[in-house]
């Protein structure tokens, strides 16, 4: 038996990249990993530390495509005979396992938050508020894994690298321009995020926000309305219609906490609001409430995070 990863290394390896590819060391298979983006073969080598026996990269295509995409890794998982395909829940993931499921006849469980125990694989249901156990009897089956839902263990050395022809066809989409998101850490992959909502009363005051976000190494996130209204700019949203997230620590101030934010944060490992309404129903959500003024609570917060870091 074999699993074969999917990983997009257009931007180098990213964290979900090697995530998926020591979750697929974990299945207890061989694990190839099949990738199209422009990686040189040194860095693509590395995804051997976490587990991968091997990589195979086709650099015909961009990934930009689903149904190409959706071709190249048909081809490859018959090419190695593989039994399990991984990919990162993501935007490809999303576009791309429903049609992978469709042509290999492979059953599909999305948004997989651990290893599975047999046949049966544990994800997040109800918008994260709870739990449920898929099982899966097809013969070839695909798991999109959420980020930070494991963290990536290096167990190995370098892998071989070969160029791969996945059969791509033509190409239905052409990439225009690509925008980069702003900002050190991207929202996905960060293990910690502090983030605001219309509380802070204008984005004049976002200063605060962001020199804790500095503080503790965190990327900043805000609620919809504030990017609605332009305050922040919409890659920075989260919630159920904005960027999902699983951190270890999330920290909230001034943001009410309605259910279509809960629905996008709280697979946090750990939430703290920071609130004047004691009403707010993100205090039901939350690990640690502050009851206080998000002007006096956060610049007292940035000064004992840099008061204990000197002194540590």
Request: proline share 4%.
């Amino acid at each position: 038996m074999s699993t074969l990863v999917y990983i997009n290394s257009r931007n180098g390896l990213a964290k979900n990249a090697l995530e998926a590819v020591t979750y697929g060391k974990k299945l207890g298979n061989e694990v190839t990993v099949i990738t199209t983006g422009s990686a040189d073969d040194v860095t693509l080598a590395k995804l051997g530390e976490y587990g991968a026996s091997k990589v195979l990269v086709d650099k015909s295509v961009s990934g930009d495509d689903s149904q190409q995409l959706t071709r190249v890794i048909a081809t490859a998982a018959q090419a190695v005979g593989a039994t399990t395909i991984v990919f990162s829940h993501d935007l490809t993931a999303k576009a791309v396992a429903p049609r992978l499921s469709v042509r290999l006849k492979a059953g599909l469980i999305s948004g997989a938050i651990a290893v599975p125990e047999g046949d049966t694989v544990k994800v997040n249901v109800f918008s994260g508020k709870a739990f449920g156990n898929v099982k899966v009897t097809s013969a070839v089956k695909i798991i999109s894994l959420l980020p930070n839902s494991i963290q990536p263990e290096q167990n190995g050395s370098a892998c071989p690298v070969e160029s791969f022809n996945g059969n791509a066809g033509d190409a239905r989409v052409k990439l225009l321009d690509t925008k980069v998101p702003e900002g050190e850490i991207p929202l996905p992959e960060a293990e910690l995020v502090v983030s605001a909502g219309r509380g802070l009363k204008g984005p004049e005051n976002w200063g605060m926000v962001e020199d804790l976000a500095k503080v503790l190494g965190a990327a900043t996130a805000c609620s919809r309305p504030v990017a609605d209204i332009g305050w922040r700019p919409h890659h920075e949203h989260v919630g159920q219609t904005g960027v999902a997230i699983r951190p270890n620590l999330y920290i909230a101030a001034g943001i009410s906490g309605a259910i279509q934010h809960l629905a996008g944060v709280n697979g946090s490992k750990v939430i703290v609001v920071i609130n004047t309404d004691a009403e707010a129903p993100f205090f039901k959500a939350a690990d640690y409430g502050i009851l206080g003024d998000a002007f006096e609570v956060l610049p007292r917060l940035t000064e004992a995070i840099k008061k204990f870091k000197s002194s540590n």
